[in-house]
């Protein structure tokens, strides 16, 4: 166990729904602290670029059309095992496999449109988060 940062986005079906608050208090009641947050709507060249990754995917276009569809909030979270906590209360990427009572299972509405991001290890974490806050996130003191 050890104390991590990642990377969080409540994205734009999410944020469209006033799921704001309900996401948000799943985090802080499973320990995560809110260390950066930002609104922001993503152009097409700043969400192309935060998923390079799979550039060239057939879901690509579909996924850029989305994150680009309205606001989202950017968050930096930490906590002990931050990164693999936060996925579990995230749930599987597709949230037809989500287990219930995670985020997805309860704010989705398709494959692509899957209410949250959250960085899958250690090295994308510090990437992402550097993305979206590259002028440092809060250190906590108490
Ligand atoms: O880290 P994740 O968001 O859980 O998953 P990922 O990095 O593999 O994929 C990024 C996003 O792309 C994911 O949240 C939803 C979308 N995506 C991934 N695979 C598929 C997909 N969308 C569709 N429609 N179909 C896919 O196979």
Do not use: W
């Given at each position: 166990m ?6 969080s986005?409540?994205?734009p079906n999410?944020v469209?729904?006033?799921a704001?608050g309900a996401?948000?208090?799943r ?8 260390l950066?947050a930002?609104m922001?709507?993503?152009s097409r060249e700043q ?7 799979h ?6 276009d579909?996924l ?16 002990e095992?931050?990164?693999?906590l ?6 599987a990427?597709?949230?037809a496999?989500?287990a219930?009572g995670?985020i997805?299972?309860d704010?989705?509405?398709s494959?692509?449109e899957?209410a949250v991001h ?6 994308t974490?510090?990437?992402e ?5 590259p002028e ?5 003191t108490?």
């Amino acid at each position: 166990m050890s104390v991590q940062q990642t990377l969080s986005i409540i994205k734009p079906n999410a944020v469209a729904k006033n799921a704001i608050g309900a996401i948000c208090d799943r985090f802080e009641k499973a320990g995560l602290r809110i260390l950066a947050a930002r609104m922001l709507h993503m152009s097409r060249e700043q969400a192309a670029a935060f998923y390079a990754v799979h550039q060239g995917k057939p879901f690509f276009d579909e996924l850029v059309g989305f994150m680009t569809s309205g606001p989202v909030l950017a968050m930096a979270l930490e906590g002990e095992d931050a990164i693999a906590l936060n996925r579990e209360i995230m749930g599987a990427t597709n949230p037809a496999q989500a287990a219930p009572g995670t985020i997805r299972a309860d704010f989705a509405d398709s494959f692509t449109e899957n209410a949250v991001h959250g960085s899958d290890a250690p090295d994308t974490a510090a990437t992402e988060i550097a993305f979206f806050f590259p002028e440092g996130v809060c250190v906590r003191t108490r």
